[in-house]
């Protein structure tokens, strides 16, 4: 699972299909390949992968949702998992 904020107060939560522990590695980032439109309607839409800062590891992440979350559900992600 992933958090992304958009804008100041929105919230959403990406379900993967297939979670991954190189999420919380230090040298590792998150790219988000944009193929056409910048606009994101649905699970296809995202093209994300994980990369680590030497260019040797790479890794797809398949989203299998997108749902946005509701200022309770905000509230209720402890404070250092939020975006």
Known sequence: MIYLR???S???RLDLSAGSNQLQEGDVHLINKVRGSD???SPLDMDLSLADDHGVFRE???VKSITKLTPDQ???IP???LP
């Open 10 to 12: 929105q919230i959403y």
């Open 79 to 81: 404070r250092k998992d």
């Open 60 to 62: 797809p992440l398949f």
């Open 6 to 8: 958009i804008g100041i």
């Open 74 to 76: 905000i509230a209720a």
């Open 39 to 41: 606009w994101i309607c």
